[in-house]
């Protein structure tokens, strides 16, 4: 396989052109898509959650590093499709009911695609009963659920709640965060988990997926 | 704690006394008796503490319930229309900072109407002064900083676009915001009633601030540090209100910008205590009891925290909440933490 090193780094340095340019000649000159995927993009958006951990990287450069990847994304999922590429898990998020902050939820959907997650992205205001569907009917195993306010938070427990009286509960692990969200919010309502940022967030879904 | 029916027992007996309190300790010394600070109040509250008077503004009401809470303040905002008009957003509990924006390049920029301060009334300045009770000031807060504006009118995954492919552009917003900013604020500054400047713009999100340090360094800290030194020329502190995850850049706060106090504090990211014992002692730290626990932690234990960071900051910190105080948070919750954060300074009983 050819070193496709400077794609990596055209993920990292945000420039979505070259990324975009290399990832084209790449397919063009026969490379396997997954392993454009596997080896080079989910290392490349690892490194830029792994500095956006260590605040190297702060939001502006971690969205501008996950428009390179959608750029490259778009050349390599209609073959992953075609080839029946399974993700590593499909995860449904939102921002809860009465709720329409999304930069954070917007950030952890780019970063789980970049993880390799397949992303539903439900928006925000998102009732509950749009959570259960998204299990019943695009299979959905991971839900994040997403709150900047104190009086929205009780939203995320209602989503779980939802999912227990659908018989959901078992098939579906729930993780949640925001700013008021702190893990004991997590144990208390019963979610499989919480993450204070969107680097760690797809960690806790890996793990999540892991255990499934 | 006794435990009264109402935590409301009637306005504190010892008026205002802004000099001695709330301005010795942004002055870098201690407040004389305890105090407090807040950004402000809802109008139910408000209202609850201060009745309702036919024709009187609403602004004057507040400044005769922020008296009676027992603060050396009163928060005012710009009354004479100074804003930033955005575009249309949806509206629930909370806002998209994506949504509504309406400047995309040099042409909708140019096209923006941007606001003429020294066109604008400023008689508001005087009823309010003129409504303020002995030893009050008023403290003139901004229309949203200048990072909150820019992010209002561009959409904040567009500004950060924008800094990486056209940072020129983006240069050019902030000019156009902060100067508008910087020329009320030089307006307001000098104004007898006015005691006091709040600065504020939210600029961090849970982890880290919202733009990296150098960013906010490059673009968003020069005007901040321009609206400071007008308000020291008008020989005004200056202090930010501003959410999120700060400590990237507190030395600049503290050391470049030359703010006198921070107000806005979370448990989940810089509990008050913490942010007390990390820079008490080189800034004046207000307020700061978080939004969330106060809505969710008993009234008793409300009050224990709020004393005990009285006692322990000893002059050095001003009683209030991490934010403010919308209508969700229950009454006597914020009432525990006002009637700890006075420290037992008197009340004038109902009668009633």
């Not at chain 2, 709330?22 to 109040?41: D, V």
């Amino acid at each position: 396989m050819v070193d496709l090193s400077p794609l990596r780094d055209a993920i990292i340095d945000g420039n979505a052109k070259m990324a975009k340019a290399l990832t084209d000649q790449a397919l063009k000159e026969g490379t396997d898509p997954q392993s454009i995927v596997t080896t080079y993009l989910i290392p490349a958006m690892d490194e830029v959650g792994r500095r956006f951990e260590c605040n190297e990287y702060f939001v502006p450069e971690l969205l501008i590093a996950a428009r390179a990847m959608k750029g490259s994304m778009e050349l390599i999922r209609p073959l992953l499709v075609k080839g029946g590429v399974q993700p590593i898990a499909t995860v449904a998020i939102g921002t809860v009911k009465g709720d329409l902050h999304d930069i954070g939820k917007n950030l952890v959907a780019s970063m789980l695609e970049g993880g390799g997650f397949t992303v539903v992205d439900l928006g925000v205001d998102v009732a509950p009963e749009k959570f259960v569907a998204s299990v019943q009917e695009k299979g959905v195993n991971i839900i994040c659920l997403s709150a900047l306010l104190t009086t929205t938070m009780p939203a995320m427990k209602d989503t779980i709640a939802a999912l227990n009286s659908a018989g959901l509960r078992g098939k579906v692990k729930v993780m949640i965060g925001g700013a008021p969200v702190i893990q004991r919010y997590s144990d208390e309502i019963g979610a499989d988990g919480y993450s204070d940022n969107a680097s760690s967030a797809v960690q806790l879904a890996r793990k999540l997926a892991a255990a499934a | 704690m006794s435990t009264p029916s109402s935590l409301w027992q009637g306005p504190v007996a010892d008026g205002p006394d802004f000099t001695r309190n709330l301005g010795a300790m942004l002055a870098g010394g201690r407040s004389a008796r305890p105090t407090l600070f807040e950004f402000y109040h809802n109008v139910p509250l408000i209202r609850r503490i201060a009745g309702d008077r036919p024709g009187e503004p609403d602004y004057v009401r507040e400044i005769r319930a922020w008296a009676a809470l027992g603060y050396d303040h009163a928060n005012l905002g710009a009354r004479n229309g100074f804003c930033f008009k955005a575009g249309d957003r949806h509206r629930d509990r909370s806002i998209s900072l994506n949504e509504g924006a309406v400047i995309s390049d040099r042409d909708s920029c140019e096209r923006y109407p941007w606001p003429q301060v020294e066109a604008l009334d400023w008689s508001y300045l005087d009823i309010a002064a003129a409504a303020l009770v002995p030893g009050q000031v008023l403290m003139a807060s901004g229309p949203g900083g200048v990072l909150e504006n820019v992010i209002s009118l561009v959409g904040f995954e567009r500004l950060c676009e924008l800094i990486s492919d056209d940072p020129d552009l983006v240069q050019h917003i902030v000019d156009r915001v902060g100067s508008c900013l910087l020329a009320y604020y030089q307006r307001v500054a000098p104004h007898p009633g006015v005691g006091l400047l709040m600065s504020n713009d939210d600029w961090g999100f849970k982890t880290q601030t919202m733009l990296s340090p150098r960013q906010m360094r490059r673009f968003v800290f020069p005007w901040h540090e321009r609206i400071v030194a007008a308000g020291h020329a008008a020989g005004k502190p200056v202090v930010l209100h501003s959410c999120g995850n700060l400590s990237p850049v507190m030395d600049d706060v503290i050391d470049g910008l030359k703010y006198n106090g921070k107000h806005s504090y979370e448990d989940g990211i810089t509990p008050v205590e913490e942010a007390f014992s990390r820079w008490g002692s080189r800034i004046a730290i207000l307020g700061g009891i978080d939004v969330d626990y106060l809505c969710r932690s008993p009234i008793a234990e409300v009050h224990r925290r709020t004393a005990a960071l009285v006692a322990a900051a000893d002059g050095r910190w001003a009683a209030g909440t991490g934010n403010s105080v919308p209508e969700w948070v229950p009454q006597e919750s914020f009432l525990a933490l006002i009637d700890a954060g006075v420290g037992g300074r008197p009340r004038v009983r109902h009668a009633a």
